[in-house]
């Protein structure tokens, strides 16, 4: 009796132990970000990265529309090590001389914001420019990659998502405020 009684004991304390424990969950695969170097989950959208059916929003607040005429680029041929500077209209497109690349400028941010699935500015000051363009070569879009219609180009943070060309490179430099 003694002995069914400790088998049945032991029985007892090994199945609590395994109902108690929880089922691990294996550690969730981490890709690289390539805008940031950083880590994330890979159930997790790298930003800049997700797909077309995510598209964001783009509010341009009434305080910023029409406050804003051009932008300014600078455009360097690495093949030719030189560098020059463009202005075009906001919502415009430019051809870059002596290339196959036409640059579509569209919603212009001075105080670019994201939140959720939507991008807007906080203020109409420049503390965070930022200029939505599409960039096709030979009439095919290259840029943004993702599929997104626009790829978005920082004053202060130029190499955060920025148009990867073999031969080109594209700086967004300037905005310029429409004179009162």
């Known amino acids: 009796m003694k002995k069914a009684l400790l088998i049945i004991s032991i029985t007892a304390v090994v199945f609590s132990f395994g109902a108690c424990k929880e089922k691990e969950e294996p550690a969730p695969r981490k890709t690289e970000s390539p805008a940031y170097g950083m880590k994330a989950p890979a159930s997790m959208p790298v930003h800049g990265s997700m797909d077309k059916k995510t598209e964001m929003q783009v509010i341009v607040p009434p305080e910023v529309k ?23 209209a906001i919502g415009d497109e430019f051809k870059i001389p002596g290339s196959d690349l036409t640059i579509k400028t569209g919603p212009f941010l001075p105080d670019f914001k994201m939140s959720g699935q939507i991008i807007t500015s ?14 096709y070569e030979r009439d095919k879009k290259i840029f943004p990659q993702s599929g997104r219609k626009w790829g978005w180009l920082y004053i202060n943070f130029p190499t955060i998502h920025s148009f990867q060309h073999e031969r080109y490179a594209l700086t967004f430099v300037e905005a310029i405020k429409k004179q009162p």
């Not at 906080?122 to 960039?135: F, R």
């Open 122 to 135: 906080a203020s109409n000051d420049p503390k965070n420019p930022a200029i939505g363009v599409a960039i």
């Open 66 to 88: 029409g406050r804003w005429t051009e932008v300014k680029f600078s455009v360097e041929d690495k093949k030719e090590n030189t560098s020059q500077e463009f202005t075009v």
